[in-house]
């Protein structure tokens, strides 16, 4: 891996759950619990779980866009957890976020040029002809033509209005992209064209990108390293094709077990879990997975150890880390 620009170590969020007239708290949602992960320059690490497992928590809590309880973060070094709110929005430049709902991100009451224009104006980048200029340039360089910049987003596609995000994102030239769910609200059709363009500008500009998504095929196409989370914690690790082609952590095994595979000799026996997804806010103890580890369930010696101790991180291989007690 190159160089890590983003260190991630022992990130907490927790949420207070209030009950009473009094808004007493009773009770904390664990929505990430001591995740840590490393992106390196120019490298896409797919952050991968079920919904409600913590990813689009973990990311936001990075670019405290939501304060984490917890942890450290530092990007080029410099830890962002205890920036000054004057700091944190100067450094937003090297770091941005493109959102899964390009439309609910993008404000109806500003043109295209307007909105791109004020990220540049924030940031100090360019003005006036200068920075119609600019607008012109980054609409061409994400597929659109320099003339949207006078049209307003509801007279895009899902498709172009994912465009326009990332174009506003590129307007500060950030170093490290998070993209929370970027194609998850658009035609399948569509979505190779977003990650076909997203591939592009990470070749052209060594982006680095943390990559949230639920769709583990869409995480294969564009991710060079894959981290999974279950129930607020990162539970496997590794470069992608280590992963896909031998997933170590039972959970994992199951997701993957659900991925279409074109390719017959390829092809699995899918592995359906018992049950839901634990509430974060009553995680099961030890391995929170263990309600439903089909592994631990064929040894009871083991299920004693899984309901008590939390597996951690461990390397099982080089690159290639696993929580869990049997793997
Ligand atoms: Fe299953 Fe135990 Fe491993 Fe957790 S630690 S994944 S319960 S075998």
Known sequence: MSAALLEVRDLRKHFPVRRGLFSRVVGQVRAVDGVSLDVGAGETLGLVGESGCGKTTAGRAILRLIEPTSGSVRFEGTELTTLAPREMRALRRRIQIVFQDPYSSLNPRLTVGSMIGEALAIHRIARGAAARARVAELLLSVGLAPDHAGRYAHEFSGGQRQRIGIARALAVEPRLIVLDEPVSALD???????????????????????FVAHDLAVVEHISDRVAVMYLGRIVETAGRDAIYAGPLHPYTQSLLSAVPVADPARRKPRIVLPGEAPSPAHPPGGCHFHPRCFLAQRSGVAMARCRTEAPQLREAAPGHQVACHLA
């Open 188 to 210: 399948v059709s569509i979505q190779a064209q977003i990650v076909n363009l997203l591939q592009e500008l990470q070749q052209r500009l060594g982006l680095a990108y943390l």
